[in-house]
């Protein structure tokens, strides 16, 4: 059996690999705070007794692309986008730390600022709760203060701080959840440096134009390894008419 159908088995079966995952980037092409998914792989040469013609591809590290999307003005108080670098610490239920860029916030019906899937947000000293009949301000530094709409005059009222953090992108890894943490599973620190802008959202960073080209071009070399597992089936075939005439 022509080896040729190994190496062409194992490119075709990347190029899935690859679509599945511009698949998934296009589905989040309107994800608030996206962060692109990357795939990467590498050529390795197949050890053999004749000459190392032939080689296979095999998965390296998954990454992300950690560009920063646009940022979108919505007016909605409880929206939050971080300008440039930098993340939101959620507090997860078993304690550990997670991290998003998705500052759609979203209060339970205890008042807990949670993220949009119900996570708790982390603050400097804590959970952060807002009371009712108030209208919440985001200082570029994270600082969450209400001012209640029912008294007369009301005073601004500090309820805590965001807690923001700014780790190595080589540092933080993608979770089945979606949420960043970090590789080694520690907690990162407070970074004063990382700044946010209320009442606005961070678009996906995913770019609709270039992942369909992508797909096109995965496409293509997923139909030239199919094209190679042919010829080396008819190559086969025809092999076996030489032999069968002798």
Do not use: K, P, Q, Y
């Given at each position: 059996m022509d080896r040729l159908i190994y190496t062409a088995a194992s490119g075709a079966k990347h190029i899935l690999e690859q679509q599945a995952t511009t698949s998934n980037n296009l589905a989040n092409?309107?994800?608030?705070?996206f962060r692109a998914q990357l795939d990467v792989f590498r050529a390795v040469p197949v050890q053999s007794e004749g000459l190392p013609t032939r080689a296979f591809v095999v998965n390296s590290t998954a990454a992300a692309d950690f560009t920063p999307g646009a940022l979108q003005v919505t007016?909605?108080?409880?929206?939050?986008a971080i300008k440039g670098e930098g993340w939101l610490a959620v507090q997860m239920p078993?304690?550990?730390?997670a991290y998003t860029r998705?500052?759609?916030l979203q209060t339970s019906q205890n008042g807990l600022l949670t993220t949009a899937n119900g996570a708790t947000i982390a603050g400097e000293g804590g959970p952060i709760t807002i009371p009712p009949?108030?209208?919440?301000t985001v200082g570029g530094d994270g600082t969450i203060s209400t001012i209640s709409t029912t008294d007369q005059p009301a005073a601004s009222n500090i309820l805590g701080r965001l807690k923001l953090v700014n780790p190595p992108a080589g540092d933080m890894v993608r979770g089945d959840d979606g949420l960043f943490r970090l590789r080694d599973g520690g907690t990162a620190q407070p970074d004063?440096?990382?700044?946010v802008a209320g009442g606005a959202l961070e678009g996906s960073n995913v770019s609709a134009v270039d992942s369909m080209v992508s797909m096109?071009?995965?496409a293509r070399s997923f139909e030239t390894q199919m094209s190679l597992l042919k010829n080396a089936e008819n190559n086969a075939a025809k092999a076996t008419q030489i032999l069968a005439l002798n």
């Open positions: 092409v309107n994800t608030t705070g007016g909605r108080d409880l929206d939050v078993d304690g550990t730390e998705n500052g759609a009949d108030a209208t919440v004063a440096a990382v700044r096109i071009s995965l």
